[in-house]
């Protein structure tokens, strides 16, 4: 689902501030899109390019251009766009090269080269050095958009570099309306508990399938619990099927067993390590489920690297098991 930017109103803000920038000849050479996950950075990276790229007079981006058109197909010969490719989880040096070598020619219409580099935090470390050589020389009327949810993965060096703008992800109540105008009505509340607030991504599933999705893992999560499943079938099954989202099923089952515990009680800063948390037939240990959505969000976190994911996800069920 290609979505325009006048369909994301909690982007109006951000519109202005580069609108207002561009107008004033005060665009920066870099750009960091901080983003919620699932809150619409992409779709403001490109918004920008074709700000850039736009060939009306007045008023751009003009949506109607050949320019805005091909920008929007991402097709226009001034605007590159880097992104993992294949099966690659990460952005390499080489596709840096090509895209450096890219900028460094003239314009093809005599007036921006733009280049959107999404998800940025995909950069790997040879990547990212590479392109900061080009941010500390950067060539006139040219932007390069960084797009992340995760920019503390990127060098300090590279990001002192951009102009940071941040994109929240809407209100519980804002998404909820807006999906409802988009898709009609379901229980977008209870997609939205399963996806943690990322509207786009919710906009693309089926709220009833994703909802079940999350209850199947729940439910799988408490019979480990109470020793009734077993956690090396259940991580060599769950590893080859969506496993982000099977990871943030498990981190929010987690998370609810933690507030459970706290619901109606102030939290004390000293917290005892022996406090215990009912769950199942069994008893989980406080500091012990503190642990495992650590390891779940370094888990998480590491998707893009070459890790034996299905080990991994069977070390984070097996905590679980031991209680």
Request: aromatic share 4%.
């Amino acid at each position: 689902m290609q979505l325009k930017i006048q369909e994301l109103p909690w982007l109006e803000s951000q519109r202005e501030l580069l609108r207002t920038a561009h107008a004033a000849g005060r665009m920066a050479h870099a750009l960091l899109i901080h983003e919620a996950r699932g809150a619409g950075g992409d779709v403001l990276a490109l918004w920008t390019a074709q700000l850039l790229l736009c060939s009306a007079a007045a008023e751009p981006p003009c949506g109607v251009c050949a320019g805005c058109r091909r920008a929007a197909l991402m097709q226009h010969p001034d605007l590159a766009v880097l992104a993992p490719i294949e099966d690659s989880q990460q952005i390499r040096i080489d596709q840096v090269r090509e895209l450096i070598a890219e900028l460094s020619l003239t314009s093809h219409q005599g007036g921006y080269k733009v280049a959107i580099v999404s998800p940025a935090d995909a950069l790997n470390r040879a990547a990212a050095n590479a392109l900061l050589k080009t941010l500390e020389e950067p060539t006139a009327r040219t932007l390069l958009i960084l797009v992340a949810t995760q920019p503390s993965r990127l060098p300090a060096t590279l990001l002192s570099r951009c102009q940071r703008i941040p994109v929240r992800a809407p209100a519980r109540g804002e998404a909820v309306a807006w999906l409802e105008s988009l898709r009609g009505s379901a229980d977008w509340g209870g997609a939205l508990d399963v996806l943690g607030d990322a509207a786009l991504l919710a906009a693309e599933a089926d709220p009833k399938t994703l909802i079940q999705f999350a209850g199947e893992t729940r439910r799988a999560l408490e019979q480990m619990s109470g020793a009734g499943a077993d956690p090396v079938a259940t991580a060599e099954r769950w590893w080859r099927t969506d496993l982000p989202l099977r990871l943030a099923c498990i981190e929010n089952w987690l998370t609810d067993r933690v507030r459970r515990h706290f619901a109606g009680a102030a939290f004390s800063v000293e917290m005892n390590a022996d406090g215990h948390l009912q769950g199942g037939s069994r008893i989980l240990s406080i500091r012990r489920l503190f642990g495992l959505i650590d390891a779940v969000q370094e888990l998480k976190s590491s998707l893009d690297t070459p890790i034996n994911r299905s080990l991994a996800l069977e070390s984070v069920l097996r905590r679980v098991a031991a209680g």
